[in-house]
């Protein structure tokens, strides 16, 4: 499989946007994925039918995957075929764009929250 490249993608700033209940667990068990292992970030991802997936970023000699695209692995393996919405927790100012493109994979128009290791909302991507 050939090595692919993406780019990492801009998160608009948050302004005065308040996060659902419903986002604001994603950003909670992303955030605990994060510490429990001391990763670089972690993510969570919500399926079409309310499942949420969380995970944290992988940097192995032989892989590399980035808390996102684990997360939206996670729900795909377990049969979902949509992704609602999703976090990430990350001390980068950017998106990685391979989990943004992950995202994209199932879901064109889905919510794609950033936050800080604070749980502090930096701001939101959009489609």
């Given at each position: 499989m050939p090595e692919q490249s993406f780019a990492a993608v801009t998160v608009p700033?948050?302004?005065d946007a308040a996060l659902s209940a419903e986002d604001a667990k994603l950003v909670t068990l992303a955030r605990s994925s994060r510490a429990r292992v001391g990763a670089t970030e972690g993510a969570a991802v919500r399926d079409q039918d309310g499942r949420?997936?969380?995970a944290a970023s992988v940097a192995l000699p032989s892989?590399?995957?980035?808390?996102?695209?684990?997360?939206?692995?996670?729900?795909?393996?377990s049969g979902a075929t949509k992704i609602e919405a999703a976090a990430?927790?990350?001390?980068a100012v950017t998106l990685d764009g391979a989990g943004h493109a992950a995202v994209r994979d199932l879901a064109a128009d889905a919510l794609i929250h950033v936050a800080g290791p604070?749980?502090?909302?930096?701001?939101?991507?959009?489609?």
């Open positions: 700033g948050a302004g949420t997936y969380a892989l590399t995957v980035t808390a996102l695209q684990l997360a939206v692995a996670q729900a795909a393996s990430v927790v990350t001390e604070s749980g502090a909302l930096l701001g939101t991507v959009t489609a």
